[in-house]
């Protein structure tokens, strides 16, 4: 298999935790390079990324990857359960990328623009729905070690990049105690752990500026 990812982006850390949870062998396409740019442009004209090359398959978008990844190489850790426990997993999935993620993206992306082209209603939007889900998301937490009643899934590594980067963005508060201690369980998980120190040497990328606590 080859990932086509680069290590400071939060999707691509989302599969590479999956990957790294089981220790799944794969070759790592990383976009700094420009051969692995010219290599994606070939399989996915759009250029976003991660894509995962897998025995001829061009599998797009992180939580299709991850699921693929449970079907057809799957591990010790189950990141996606069957039944009622599965669709715990995949719907905070889609709440972490929908809700944290995108809104997260928006806030970064605007300071990327110049000044002239900022979007100052829309970052206040996105400011707002994540001072609206981190409380839902706090209280979600209450009597839990990983966000799913199932351990360590698909919600989790979803959960890392988007409150990873989502924090420096747009703090989450102190008053948020269980959502901040996730946060932190997260960020001492070993394979959390390698994506994050992976990602270090990238960090000028990030336009608010990185904070060094992490």
């Given at each position: ?68 990844l ?6 010790p ?14 719907m ?37 729905l ?40 747009h ?11 996730y ?8 394979s ?21 606590s992490?």
């Open positions: 298999m080859k990932l086509y990812a680069h290590p400071f982006s939060s999707y691509s850390q989302k599969v590479l935790i999956a990957l790294y949870e089981n220790a799944t062998p794969f070759e790592y396409r990383n976009l700094e390079e420009p051969a692995a740019n010219a290599e994606l442009a070939a399989l996915w004209p759009l250029k976003r990324f991660p894509v995962l090359l897998d025995d001829g398959r061009c599998i797009l978008e992180s939580s299709t990857i991850v699921t693929h449970q079907a057809h190489h799957p591990g850790v189950c990141l996606l359960p069957p039944g009622d426990a599965g669709l715990e997993v995949h905070l999935d889609r709440v972490f990328d929908n809700y944290v993620m995108t809104p997260m993206q928006k806030v970064v992306l605007d300071a990327l623009r110049p000044v002239t082209d900022r979007d100052r209603y829309g970052v206040a939007e996105a400011r707002e994540l001072d609206q889900i981190y409380p839902w998301l706090d209280q979600r937490l209450e009597g839990r070690h990983w966000i799913a009643d199932a351990g360590f899934t698909l919600a989790d590594c979803a959960a890392a990049p988007s409150l990873f980067y989502a924090d420096w963005a703090e989450i508060p102190a008053g948020y105690g269980r959502l901040r201690a946060r932190a369980r997260l960020l001492s998980h070993p959390i752990v390698r994506v994050v120190d992976e990602a270090r040497p990238f960090r000028h990328y990030f336009p608010l500026g990185a904070p060094a992490d």
